[in-house]
Every structure is written in structure tokens, then in C-alpha cells.
């Protein structure tokens, strides 16, 4: 048998018997399970989830949040008008992965989402449209494209929208990975938000978006980033200068074509929260990239540019407000035809702290 | 609506319409959920586990450990002749909690359990009998009566009994984590051990053993502990020390009559394993522990001594050799009619570095 | 005898006889000396310097600085034309401190300072002027009134005039510490700099100066900083955003009137560079700041505006340029007539890392 | 100029003239002194010990300790009856090294030494003798031969000799870093020790000298070791394992034929003390060690045995009792005749916390 040959589930079984039926009954009242029985299973060579590779496309989804706008009330009880990515593999569950959620939310002109506070930890990504602000434990943090918002486990947090038209984003946590665990406290806040100006910038980028500063009446780390939004001007600027050094013969992107930034926790230079990483990654036309498999799921959302995904050997064109996930071990690769820009977050702090982090590039170890 | 109220998962739900049911069969098509019809039951005020507070009396174990001892072989296939703890709340997994996973394994006279490796951390606990070696990448353990071995994560690792009379010891590993998260890698080792050696101590207690002493030729720290086995005779001496030390009124125990030790990785002074906790822990006669409400599940075995453990409010009397799981978040005390020894693992390393940790000690945040 | 009072270095002393004479001969013959001659000078009962508060006038050094452009040719062998700050209390070495050392350095019209490496950490402050390029690993650093600049220990680094004017600046380096502790080591590197570009902006900064965001092709650590850089424009900012946002009645400055902040490497959120700290420290007119005592020895520079600082109870006048330096515990306190912004660099991180910090706020432990 | 040629600290420097006689006249006004006349000795192009290394033999250090046992009253004041060796190359102070001192203390028979505390750590190690207790914040800490005990910064400590014959071990500090740095501070204790008890094993060692084990009690880490002495059992018992582990072709050794082990922090794995490093070493008869450079300086003391150390190219034969320095980047071997065992300390973890280590082994970097 090859040592990297499955485990057969039901390979060598003891004989069937009286006995063995009895003793298989005991198994139940004592609720005990046998190993031998399951093992493959359980256990497989290599991860075998059950989420599968899957993408939305915006041009299907954005319609369906605008007819939830039209017949959904936003308020207390339901708390968000938001839909969830439910992956086919995974049984009706509104899990994008078994750890992450992925959800569109949607508010209309001069709606309020009402604030609360979870411990799961939650982020925004915009992929177009502005408008709201969104108020976390008083500070209200503006909504642009490009931006990616923080509201971190138990901060006190709404929306509300300040135009005359709809806004749609993209809402990540760890609500799958929260719930399995049995980690999760849920408090109620206000039912409006509690600031209602519309400024810029947030107090936390006022007091933390200058690069190499660090404010001396905050010089205790903290769990999570202080940042409250991380601008598309910065993240663009990132990227631009990543391509523009690389051109200089400069180490500066990840591989050949292929700029990327993380979002980072300043305090500590590591990710924005316990359990999500958060990326920007951007494709120089006629750019692949090599082929990975990750320990962990992570979800990617095209923010502007034409190209695709390769996922387990089955390509997908993408397009602008497309979403896909790669569940875990899942081979996957990116093209661009254009100059292709992405948003992602993974579970990856999850893997790393545990020491589950595994990578393979092109076949070989990562 | 009090702050702490559960939310309905039915709570105001938008008005009953043919668009509407035409919008949800849009979501469906297209693989999203809606949050508002599923909030409550996925973001709880609190942790509500699925799994629940349960006894599994040694008493009736180990005879079921024995039948399978006569009817089912241990062998390459299903590995290791293991009887997994299925919480009745969990749907007829052989899951402990969501985290862990607790079994008997049993091994019969002269019988070798084969070698392989895998992500998954695994310990062994003996609560009574000796004469099996487990063979930690080469290296032979031996086992006895409240011996803790560990086999961290991708360390190859068989069994194999070197008496004439069958051994039942307790393993304890991560596959339920594992499982839902996909980070499993298995590979199959030598169809028996490669080593038949019966050394007192093994070379890595031999290397590591010596109390503040760490070896020159290892100055890089190790994700898991490199000790392969920590012996009933310093855990004993250690709490019979703690609870001597009380008595001279100095600082020494947990609380008073109540004294533990944490079983820890000599490299970091931190957990043995990323994601499990190992404890000891000893009650004077006629102690009773405060009421802990945690994050995060666990799992004790009674090692020797009388007395019982009150969860969620039921109490349940406790023998030797008896255990029993709590859930996350569900309240216990231990209390004890005499000395009373336990044996603790959890998943709490876990909860800490994904900062999901959380305590209540007699309803106060401990 | 006060628990806090001196111990007297010659306080009860044995008896003189020809036997005590004859044991102290023994002593020198043997190179042991005794401790009870010398204790009360070796363990003084809170830091005692022997180096004193002491404050350099600008105006004075500026042109010293000018006629060494004139007299002193800068080449291989001086290397660099730098007038080191000499605390009167050090005994005419060119200690700021005993573990700091700071200078000016002067670079006349077109002239060039040679490349070369050491373990010493350094920087530059630029107080005034621009013009000069600082060539950091061959990447050009441009330097200008506000810059902070980084040359961490083993860095290739040279400097070349590229205007018409001369310019002088600050070094600031652990050069006292690593001369004492013998941990130095030099190299020469090119009689020339090794690139002669004058960007605007050195590719360090195109990489990392960006708020929150970190290169996905750099995630290892970095034991220092990689900032070529940090610029005025930022620093700026981040002190005129703290001063409004403490407007509004937000938390944002050291204390009332008082911004600050911390000079990090981005990829931990600590300090620049193992052994010296960096601030920059901006106060409203009218403001007073606490009394502190400090472990440590640190270096102020005066950037701009008109205040003063008092040292062990002696005011000083202080403007532009001024430099002044607090020993160990003494104790001082800032105050401006008008804005007044400072450069501070310290040896903080000696102190942390050892466990040596210590603070007192006004007479209290801080 | 070779890249490794030293600079001459008066190489090419201005020519002599009047106008440069006023400018050097102007520099001693202002408390300035230029770089190029002193570069040579600030920045050598390794480092440049005024340390020497030095071998202090026992058969003459104890006969002046016990000297000074007649003639020299210990008490109030002198504190302590302790000889400091002093290095030939450091002027007459009191230091090993330049961040070192040791001593050898000195107790005659009933005597006392009264309690204080410092800032600076320390460390006794006994090499022969028994009958003193340490009593390290109250709790009695028994001296015996091969014992290692701590007293770090600021933890009170006085000594009692509660035999009828006299004891001598060695002191070990970092009190030159203290004094040089301006870190220190003292306090009186009590006049005698606040407790005369003299049990076998301290609370320390009967709370935390169980291997692998951690009281529950104390989950936060410890700057500096709790454990008060390290017997000479363990470490004997550790070396002799790692001894017989190579015999058995295992990895254990340093390097054939050298064991050797290191003090630590059980809280953490690592040093017992922020500025000190101390390891027991074994070498098997007949052993010789590689070449060693180390940035940082070292003292070792025979503990038993028959050997030698060559320092710089000198040999020199050592017994018992002996102690010697080690400068900074000083090349050593130790070398064997029969089994030789030898105490070490140094200031390693400076070094390593400042990021100033670097080491070569026979010439290449270690």
C-alpha cells in the first residue's frame, strides 16, 4: 500500500459476527465510536474538504441585493440586509469555507444598520460605490471604493448610509469557524449609530495612517489593527510602486508580475486580526501565477481588470465584483489579461498560530 | 429588547410575498443566504454548544475495550484499535467536542500498533496498567500508570505491547479541529515499530529532563514539546509540594485545596502542543472549586480518589478512571470526598491565540 | 542609616594594620580588588552619572562646523567630517552619553563622504538645509530639513553633496556603548558612493512608506527598520492630527498640549533599531510637561520654535538647532513660549531589553 | 588599504596650522571632538578589547580570602567580604570584563551578611563547601557544591553561615554594564537575614524544579528565573546523559566528546537573567574544543578535573578552583586530560537582545 494511498474507510474490517453486532451495540449505549471504522475519513492523506471551489458572479448577485433592498427591512433583530455566500460543498450553511463568511450587504439611501458587538471578527471591502460611513465604538470611518474597513471582535459597530442612493460591499468574518467552536458573544448596541458625521478621515486614521509613526500615547500592542479603514490611494500607491520598482530590476513583488501588500496591525507589524488576513494582490497583463496549495480556505474578489482563476484544473473568467473561494489544498492559479487587481482574505493567521500552515508552489514545498 | 436577550432566528422577518419567495429562490440559485433568517442561531449572546456536558464511567468502558480486544485486530487500515468518545450532542461523531478528540486504545499481549504520522497533535494518558512502548520517531516511551506521552504533529509513532497481558490507556488528539478546518496530512510508517527496545527512559527525557537545564546542542525553541513522556513521579512530587506548601501558608495552589500543574514545552515554558493544553490537577479532601464558566472545550479523566464534578448544575459522582467533557462556556465545580487526582486536556491554546479566550470565575470575568 | 541614604565608599572600614597593608598587596599581586572600599561608588542607591545635563548652542557649533569644511579635508581614513558632542562630565571623550554619541557633520558643495559599514546603529537628523544624498546598500536616500534617516549597523552607507551649498546635519549613533562592550566591527566599503542618483524618494520608501501596508515579497522581520526615510511631511501630520484631534476631546497626545511620536519598524511596530530609540515631540505655545526621571541617557534637538527645558532644576534657554542631553534619572521638564517642536533620540531599547527601564512622573513611578 | 586594515586613528590627518590650532582650540570650548582624530580607536575593524585574558588561580585567591576572613568584618556598609577580580587591562577597577564582575565571597563560621537589593543581577556558584543559606526575599535557599543560585535585580538577599567552618564560593554580576550605564539603584534590607531556617530544598526549588512542569499558580512569565538555586544533582545527572547518549551514536553533545547545558528560565526557555548567561560544561578526557569567537566576554571556572584553556595562542593548565576571563572576539579552546568540568557565565544575552552577537568556530562564522 502506498504510503500516500488513501485509507480505505471500510478496508479490513473485523468479520461480522453476533458478537462484533453486540459489541457494536454497546458502542452506542456507552456512545463510543470506533476508530477503525471512520479513519479514512477522518484522517485523509492530504486535507479533502468538503467546501469546494466555487465563484459568484456580481452580475448575479448585485441584483438580488437590490430586490432584498426593495423587500428586506434593515433594523434591529435581523441586524444587517446581509446575503451570505453559501458553499455548494458545504449544505445549505451560509459558509463560504468551514471558517470564513462572505456576505453582500446592502443599505439603502439614509437607512441605518443599528450598532452592536460580536466576538467574531469582521471586516468591509469595497468594491464600488461610497456613501455610508460606518461607526465603530464611536468613530465613524467613511466607505470608498477601494477601501478596506476594520470593525474587530467586540467592537460596538453600525452603518448608515448618508446619500440618496444605495451602497453595496462585501462583508468577511469568522462566523463559520466562531460558531463551530463555541466562541461567540453577541451584545446589542445602539439602535441608531451614535455619530452621525461624515468626516473623510476616522479619528484612528488621523491618529494612525502616518508610515513609520507611531503615536507615544499608544504604546501598548493591540490585539487587532487601531486602524479603522485602509485606503484604495495607498493601496494603489503600494501596488503601483511594487510594478514601477520591479521594471527597475528592483526585488519588490512576490513573483515576477505579481505585486501584493497585506494589510497589517501597525502595533505589531503582523496581521489585522486573529484569525483573517486581509491582501491586495495586482497582475501585470499577460501575468500567471505559479501554482498553489494552501492550508486554509480564502475568498478573493476582482476589483477591476479582466482575467481569471485557474481552481483544481477548471479555469473561471472573472470579472470585476466576481468572488471565488479556494477551499483547503485546493491547487489554484491566477492569469490576467489585463492589468488585474484583486482583494483577499484567508484564514491564514488561523493555520500559522496553530502551526498548520502548509504550501506547496509548482509541486515542490513552498 | 434586553441587551442579552437571545435573538429570534425568526424575529421580524420580512412580510410573506410572491417576490419574496421569488427573491429567496434567487438566493438559492445562486448559492447565498440570507443573514436575517439565521442570525440568532449563528451569533448567540453567548456560546451555546451543540455538544453537551457528559460522564462515560470507566466501569463500562473497559469491558467494551476488551471485547474489541478479542474481536477486532489491530493492524495497517484501521491503525490503531481506538473506541473514540461520541458527545451525544454532536450527531454521532466520534467527537469528543468540536476540538477533541478522546478514546480508549487497547492493546493486547504482545500486539504492535504500526507507525505512521500525521498534522493532527496526539497525547496518550495512562490511568492504570504499563507494558506498552510507544516509539516516537525512533525513540522508545514507556508507558505507566499516570504517564503523559505526547506525539505532536507529523512525528512518526507506533505502539507496540512488550507483556503478556493487555494495556488500555486514554489518547486525546485535535481531529475534530482538524477535520472541520482541513489541515489533516496522514502518512502511513513502518508496518511494525522500528524500535523493540525497552528502555526505563526514553532519549528524549533523557536529553530534557533535568529541571532548568536545557541542552547546548537544542537552542532553537521547538513548536511542540520535545519531551516524549512526563512521569506520574514529578507530576506527584509537584502537587504534593504545592499543597505542602499551603499548608506553611505560602503562594503554591491554583485556590485553596486545590492544587495543578501545567504540563509545558521546556523550550518556551508554553503549551506541550499549538493546539493542546495538558494539565494535572489535585483536590484535598473536601475541597470544592469555584464555578468556571471558559471558552473552549475540555475534557478530565479521574485518576484516583472520590468525589464528583457539577456541571450546568447536575452533579455527577466520579470513580477512577471516569470522564466527562465541558462544553464551552458550560459552568463546573470539582469537588472531593477525598484526595482527589485528575488528569485535564483542552483546547484552549486554541482560544488563546486566536484571542477567543474568555473566563467567568463565580460569575465574575476571571 | 536611611534605607535610601548613601552608602559611604569609605564607611567603616577595618582597622589599618600591617597585616590589613600586607593583605592589600596580596590583592594587587593577584588583581583582585575588595569590594568594601569601592561599594558605595559601584552601587550608588539610584543612578549617578558621571556624565552632566549639558546644552549646545547652535549658533556656536554651526560655525566650527563651517571652518572644518574649510580646514579638514573628508576622505578615507577620517571618513567622515563629524564634530562629536563631548559631555564635560566624560572626561573628553566624544560621548553625548555613555552610550550615545551625536555629532554634526558637515559635506561641502559636491563632496563626498566614502562608503563603509560597522556594527554601530546611526542616524541622521537634518535640522536644516538639503542637498545631500545618503547612500544606504546603493539605495539613495534624499536629505532634507525634517528627514530622519537610517544607517543600522552593518549597512554599507556613504554620503555625497549634490548642490552648491554645504550642508551639516546630525548623527546620532550607540558608538560609546559599542566601543565599551566591544562589539564593533568596520569595513571599508567604495572610496566613492556606489550610485549617484538624486530621487526624490528612496526605493525603501516606495516599498514600505506606506500606511498599514507591508510588501508581501519582505515577511520576515526585520531587526531594524527598513525605512531609508521618514520625512518631515509625515511627521508633521501625524503631531498637527494629534493637536486636533486633542481639540476635539479625543485621546491623541502624550498629555495636555503635548503630541509626540514614536519613529518604528514598520514590520514589528518597535523600535527603529536595536539600541536607539527615536521621537519627534511637538508642543502648543504655553505648555509645561511633567517632571520625569528617567533610566537611560537621551539627546534632544531643538527643530523649531522657542521654549526651554530644565534640567536638575537649571533652566535653559533654548532655539533652532540647540542640542542638549539628560543623563540618566536627572530630572527635566519641556516648556515652550511658542510651538516648539523637538528631535529626541535615546538608548530606551538598551534599557527595555535589559530590563532597566525605569520612570518617575513628577516624583511618582511613572 | 585593505577592507580589514585598521584605520589609523592619525592617519591622513589636516596639516598643522594656525587657523586649525584655533579651530581645535574652538572645539574644547564648545565640548566638541572631531571624528577623524580618534576614528581608529572608536571604530576598530573588530573588536579591540582594553580586557585582557587573564587566569586567577584558586591556590592563591582562598588564602586571601580567608585573610580577609581574619581582618575584614562583614556587615552593614561593606555589605559583603567579597574580592573582585579585576582584569590587568581595565585600570585598576574592579571588573572581570566590561560588563562583568566576579568575586569570590567569603562567610566565616556563624557569620551574617546583612540583606539589600540592587538593580544589578547576581548569581552565586559553589565550588566547594557547604553550610550558607541564601535567603532570597525570605525564602532560604542552602548552599552546597555545584550549586548555581540566583538573586536578580531587585529581589533583597542576605547570607548566613550556619556552620563552624568558614565558606567561599563566587559572586557573579553585571555591575560594570550597571555602573557604565547608569542603571543602577539600592536598597537596604534587614541588618540580619529575615529568616534562619535552613531547609534542604527552597519554596522556589519545591515549586518549579519539577521537569516539565508548571504550577498553575504562576502563568505569567518571569523577567528572570524563580527557580533560587539549580543543584548540582541535575546538572551532573544532565551532562553524564548527554555523555551516554553520544556513546550510543545520539544526537545530545555540543560538538564529540563536549557536553554541556544551559542555565534557563522555566518561564521561558530562555537565559535565567536579562544580562547573564550561565551553562555547565563537560568534556570527556582527551577532548579539545574548536576555536571560538565570540562578540562578548565570559567567565569560566574550573569545577573539577584536569585541563587547560588556550586563549589569544596561550595555553594555560587549569585545576580546580581557577577562574578565567575571556574578552570579547578573544580566540579560545578548552582541552581535556581527564574528564574536566567547568562552570560558565557571560553577557550573552546583552549581546543577543542588542543584536550584537556574532561568533566564529575555527575560523568561519558559527
Redesign the interface.
Known amino acids: 500500500?502506498s504510503?500516500?494511498a488513501d485509507?480505505?474507510p471500510h478496508?479490513?474490517?473485523?468479520e461480522d459476527?453476533l458478537?462484533?453486532r453486540a459489541?457494536y451495540a454497546?458502542?452506542e449505549v456507552?456512545?463510543?465510536?470506533?476508530?477503525?471504522t471512520?479513519?479514512g475519513d477522518?484522517?485523509?492523506?492530504?486535507?479533502?474538504?468538503k467546501?469546494v471551489p466555487?465563484v459568484?458572479k456580481w452580475a448575479?448577485?448585485l441584483p438580488?441585493a437590490e430586490?432584498?433592498g426593495?423587500?428586506?427591512?434593515v433594523?434591529?433583530?435581523?441586524?444587517?440586509?446581509?446575503?451570505?455566500?453559501?458553499?455548494?460543498g458545504l449544505g445549505?450553511?451560509?459558509y463560504v469555507s468551514?471558517?470564513l463568511w462572505a456576505?453582500?450587504q446592502y443599505l439603502g439611501p439614509h437607512e441605518v444598520a443599528p450598532e452592536h458587538r460580536?466576538?467574531?471578527n469582521a471586516f468591509r471591502f469595497v468594491v464600488e460605490g461610497a456613501g455610508v460611513w460606518t461607526v465603530v465604538n464611536g468613530d465613524p470611518v467613511r466607505m470608498s471604493r477601494g477601501d478596506f474597513l476594520l470593525t474587530p471582535?467586540w467592537n460596538f459597530h453600525g452603518h448608515h448610509n448618508n446619500s440618496d442612493h444605495p451602497m453595496a460591499w462585501i462583508d468577511g468574518l469568522d462566523?463559520p469557524?466562531?460558531?463551530?467552536?463555541?466562541?461567540?458573544?453577541?451584545?446589542?448596541g445602539s439602535e441608531r449609530v451614535t455619530d452621525y458625521a461624515t468626516p473623510n478621515f476616522s479619528?484612528s486614521e488621523?491618529?494612525?495612517?502616518?508610515?513609520?509613526?507611531?503615536?507615544?500615547?499608544v504604546?501598548e500592542?493591540t490585539?487587532s489593527?487601531p486602524?479603522g479603514a485602509?485606503r484604495w490611494k495607498?493601496?494603489d500607491?503600494?501596488l503601483t510602486?511594487?510594478l514601477?520598482?520591479e521594471e527597475?530590476g528592483?526585488?519588490?513583488?512576490?513573483e515576477q508580475g505579481h505585486a501584493?501588500?497585506?494589510?497589517?496591525?501597525?502595533?505589531?507589524?503582523g496581521d489585522v486580526m486573529?484569525?483573517i488576513r486581509a491582501?491586495f494582490h495586482r497582475l501585470r497583463a499577460g501575468t500567471a501565477t505559479p501554482v498553489r496549495r494552501e492550508?486554509?480556505?480564502t475568498v478573493f474578489q476582482v476589483y477591476e481588470g479582466k482575467g481569471g482563476v485557474t481552481m483544481a484544473g477548471t479555469e473561471h473568467r472573472l470579472e470585476k465584483g466576481d468572488l471565488f473561494v479556494i477551499?483547503?489544498?485546493v491547487p489554484w492559479s491566477l492569469w490576467s489579461d489585463e492589468q488585474f487587481d484583486l482583494f483577499r482574505f484567508s484564514?491564514a493567521?488561523?493555520?500559522e498560530?496553530?502551526?498548520?500552515a502548509?504550501t506547496m508552489i509548482n509541486g515542490k514545498d513552498g
Open positions: 500500500m504510503k500516500t485509507i480505505s478496508g479490513q474490517q473485523p459476527s458478537e462484533l459489541l454497546g458502542f456507552e456512545h463510543l465510536m470506533p476508530l477503525w471512520q479513519l477522518l484522517m485523509p492523506v492530504h486535507p479533502k474538504p467546501a466555487h459568484w448575479n448577485l438580488l430586490a432584498s426593495r423587500l428586506v427591512p433594523g434591529r433583530g435581523g441586524e444587517r440586509r446581509a446575503l451570505g455566500l453559501a458553499n455548494p445549505g450553511r451560509a468551514p471558517t456576505a453582500i460580536h466576538s467574531q471582535g462566523i469557524f466562531s460558531w463551530a467552536n463555541d466562541v461567540g458573544f453577541f451584545e446589542f479619528r488621523r491618529l494612525w495612517c502616518h508610515p513609520g509613526l507611531r503615536p507615544l500615547s504604546l500592542n490585539v489593527s486602524v485602509y495607498h493601496t500607491r503600494a510602486e511594487q514601477l520598482l527597475d528592483q526585488p519588490a513583488t512576490v501584493a501588500v497585506r494589510f497589517i496591525n501597525p502595533t505589531t507589524g486573529p484569525t491582501e492550508v486554509g480556505s477551499p483547503s489544498w484564514d493567521p488561523i493555520m498560530r496553530l502551526n498548520f502548509r
